[in-house]
């Protein structure tokens, strides 16, 4: 059993039948430390010690430290850095505290002093809910800890975004203002909804003629998902495939057929998008435009969903303003009732009552 000082508070560090166990002293007396350690050290021979809680082992940095190493390193790159980032800002706060020490209102606490540095509403979400995630994995299958403090903490309130989509006007100016190695790509996004880093990284293995699908193998949440391909789609990457004779490596080459990057795909959107005239409209804005058009032609948010590859609703949700229609439909049905026999439901009442006079 030993000593070791963390910024000014000692802590006990002490291996256990093979469990490391590391406890504050909540003390920066080094002597009345030395106190607590022998006194630990008097109830783990009399076999008291571990009476108390799992929590009580391990800080949120030791709880964060096993997220990234587990979690965090099956998540999609993005997802990886956002996640870096997020913690820059937790641990410093957090990362000391026994999980045992961090409440709804500590959390509350952090989620307060994050407005107060200027944080974006979005961004505080982003690092709760990295938070949570982690305390619902140390609750259900690490066993750290008995609760997720985050299940009483809300998160805070974001504006709902804008939703840019494109006009069928402006689809065909911005063709028209476009290579045809661009051209390709603007129509396959907005046949099939992926997102950007999805498509450069789309394999010739990853398409199915037969099937008349394709699959999303590195999905931002880290999940596979099947997009079927309409025939404006079937016919780009037949003919695309046709004329390269390629059957693996990826999909979407520069015109030069090197890997394509993002800077160099972006740089050439902006620019055939400036120049047919489109403001404010990104390369993402196409993912918005084919999940807009679904909903407005009667496509439930349902297949919208699985389409967009969301692994809940909440996000798809943003398209349900786009169906009114579908929504005076549902209301609608109300007013056309199917005939009841009145006749036949009154002789069934009957019926039974008869039978029941038989009986006695």
């Not at 963390?6 to 002597?31: A, C, I, Q, Y």
């Not at 140390?138 to 504006?159: D, G, T, Y």
């Not at 032609?297 to 969903?305: P, S, T």
């Amino acid at each position: 059993m030993g000593l070791c000082k963390r910024g000014k508070v000692w802590w006990m560090d002490f291996m256990f039948h093979g469990r490391r166990v590391r406890r504050s002293t909540e003390t920066s007396d080094k002597r009345l430390a030395a106190a607590i350690l022998a006194k630990v050290t008097t109830q783990v021979v009399e076999g008291t010690f571990f009476d108390h809680r799992e929590e009580d082992d391990h800080t949120f940095r030791d709880m964060m430290e096993r997220y990234l190493a587990e979690c965090s390193k099956m998540k999609a790159p993005k997802s990886c850095v956002r996640d870096g980032t997020s913690l820059k800002h937790l641990v410093p706060v957090l990362g000391e505290k026994l999980l045992s020490e961090i409440t709804p209102k500590s959390l509350v606490a952090y989620r307060t002093q994050r407005r107060t540095e200027g944080a974006a509403p979005a961004t505080i979400n982003k690092e709760l809910q990295l938070v949570r995630h982690a305390f619902n994995l140390a609750m259900r299958e690490w066993e750290w800890c008995r609760e997720n403090p985050m299940h009483r903490v809300s998160l805070e309130q974001v504006r709902n975004e804008v939703d840019r989509w494109l006009s069928a006007d402006e689809e065909d100016r911005l063709l028209a203002a476009s290579s045809p190695w661009l051209q390709e790509i603007i129509r396959f996004a907005l046949n099939t909804g992926m997102r950007q880093g999805e498509i450069l990284n789309l394999q010739w293995q990853d398409v199915d003629f037969t099937r008349g699908t394709l699959i999303v193998m590195k999905s931002k949440n880290g999940t596979r998902r099947t997009i079927p391909l309409n025939t404006t789609v079937y016919d780009l990457l037949a003919a695309k495939q046709g004329a390269t004779g390629a059957s693996s490596g990826l999909v979407f080459k520069t015109p030069l057929g090197n890997t394509l990057q993002v800077r160099f795909l972006v740089r050439e959107f902006c620019e055939a998008r400036d120049r047919a005239g489109i403001l404010d409209f990104r390369f993402h804005d196409m993912r918005h435009t084919f999940a807009t058009r679904l909903v407005q032609r009667g496509i439930d948010l349902y297949k919208v969903q699985r389409l967009l590859g969301h692994k809940t609703s909440t996000m798809t949700q943003r398209y349900a303003h786009h169906c009114p229609e579908s929504l005076r439909d549902g209301v609608n049905v109300l007013e056309h009732r199917p005939p009841i026999d009145t006749n036949l439901s009154q002789s069934g009442r009957s019926m039974k009552a008869g039978s029941s006079k038989s009986l006695i």
